[in-house]
């Protein structure tokens, strides 16, 4: 979302489409949404379509103290948001590498880099940008809106977060000719399919220890269960009943 060419393209697609644009949103301000609109973006994602969409690019998984300090609170709100984590995680890996304070020279700034017409559309201070949790709710808002807005093609939401909406319908729902958004698509891409590995992997290697585990236990309850026989049958002869 940063360099001259981005701000540059933003710019012109406001003045062509005649709505708010920036790194992070192509919608209109909050005072001219309607409650209705900013519940519907409350709403759980819609479920994603990859058909026929633009190859990821090869790309390192995000692994530092900030990634590991955040990774609760974001996977916490993309739960209570109905999203899949993975996918904002991979777009926080692209935006920012998980620094809240990061900023862009378009003017976008935090883990999910919001302008701030966006953050405002979303109840948000140009402050309150920096404030992790109310930036990583925000850009899940508005990455849900796109998923509605483009039914759920992955592209096409990527290329909206990246440019703006208005750019991606000016080109026919269409990932703009725009170098900087194209390649942020395939990275974002690239960074999704390897969390979603990664979680596969750590959710195989659970079931694994699982079954492993299992007969272990199964005989550590049955000694259990021969040793409390053991110590009442003891009790019984010592006792008389």
Known sequence: MSGLLAASVLWLNAC??????????????????????????????????????????AVRPIVSARQRQMTPLIDAIALSEGIDRALVHAVISQESRYHARAGSPAGAVGLMQL?????????????????????????????????????????????????????????????????ETQDYVRKVKGYLALYRQRRRHRAAGTVATAAIQAPWRRLQGSVRQNEDLARDDARSRSTGY
């Open 115 to 179: 302008m701030p017409a966006t953050a405002a559309r979303y109840g948000l201070t140009p402050n309150d940008r920096y404030d992790p949790a109310k930036n990583v709710r925000a850009g899940i808002r508005y990455l849900k809106f796109l998923s509605r807005k483009f039914n759920g093609q992955l592209d096409l939401i990527l290329a909206g977060y990246n440019a703006g909406e208005g750019a991606v319908q000016k080109y026919g729902n269409r990932i703009p000719p725009y170098r």
């Open 16 to 57: 062509s489409d005649a709505v708010e644009t920036g790194g992070s949103s192509a919608r209109t301000l909050t005072a001219r949404t309607p409650d209705a609109a900013l519940r519907y973006d409350a709403a759980p994602m819609t479920s994603l379509s990859n058909q026929g969409g633009v190859p990821a690019a």
